[in-house]
């Protein structure tokens, strides 16, 4: 495997579920984000770890729960989720967690569908 | 407040033809705009940058025209092909902090 990859490609859950999305970089990279990708609305960063703490939460719901075990694994739990959450989420890591120049790398995504 | 405003929200060009996509910003601490092109299927993938200290920039068939006053940036894609057909997201960041605030995106769709 290269670059980034996600885990599950799709997902469809009910409200009172629980489940997680699982993402990994095989770049060598410090810092890994998570973002939701809706349509007609711009990229939404959602949570941001360097070195595997969090230095960045963009006042996301409480049902949205990061984990990032190793710089190389990103993990999204979700529960107890609404309709409006279905979206595209995104995952992405960069080289350098404090240089924004740096090029972020992009997963295919993991389509998210709340029932 | 969205701090990256993207037009148009959808492109069709004839193929060999000029795509033209355009941001503006209004937060003048902004130092870095990359543009990003995303296949179906596939996550944004960066396709060219530029910082405020040049007023243009090319790749290849692509190319980016900054305009410091006017808080204006844009992808130019030349002689556009069927395989250009995507969509395009501008981003702009500042040179502290993690975050790239993104564009709304723009569909382009090259006819063969």
């Known amino acids: 495997e290269t670059g980034v990859t996600q885990t599950p490609r799709h997902l469809v859950m009910g409200m009172t579920n629980k489940k997680s999305l699982k993402c990994e970089q095989h770049?060598?990279?410090?810092?890994m984000y998570w973002y939701k990708q809706s349509a007609k609305k711009p990229l939404e960063l959602m949570f941001v770890?360097?070195?595997?703490?969090?230095?960045e939460n963009n006042s996301v719901p409480s049902r949205f729960s990061p984990e990032c075990p190793n710089s190389s694994h990103l993990f999204l739990h979700l529960h107890t989720l609404q309709p409006e959450d279905s979206a595209l989420y995104l995952c992405?890591?960069?080289?350098?967690?404090?240089?924004?120049?740096?090029?972020?790398?992009f997963g295919p995504g993991t389509r998210l569908t709340v029932l | 407040q969205q701090q990256v405003k993207q037009s148009p929200q959808s492109l069709i060009v004839q193929k060999g033809g000029i795509s033209i996509i355009n941001c503006a910003y209004e937060?003048?601490?902004?130092?870095?705009f990359p543009w990003y092109q995303q296949f179906p299927g596939k996550g944004p993938a960066l396709l060219i940058a530029?910082?405020?200290?040049?007023s243009e920039k090319k790749e290849g068939r692509f190319t980016i025209s900054f305009n410091k006053s006017a808080k204006q940036f844009s992808l130019h894609i030349m002689d556009s092909q069927p395989g250009d057909s995507a969509t395009y997201f501008c981003?702009?960041?500042?040179?502290?902090?993690?975050?790239?605030?993104f564009g709304t995106g723009t569909s382009l769709t090259v006819i063969p």
């Open positions: 992405a890591s960069s080289q350098d967690p404090g240089h924004p120049y740096n090029e972020q790398f």
């Open positions: 770049l060598g990279h410090n810092a």
């Open positions: 770890y360097s070195l595997e703490e969090r230095v």
């Open positions: 937060n003048t601490a902004f130092d870095y």
């Open positions: 530029i910082r405020p200290d040049v």
């Open positions: 981003a702009a960041s500042m040179n502290t902090g993690n975050q790239f605030y």
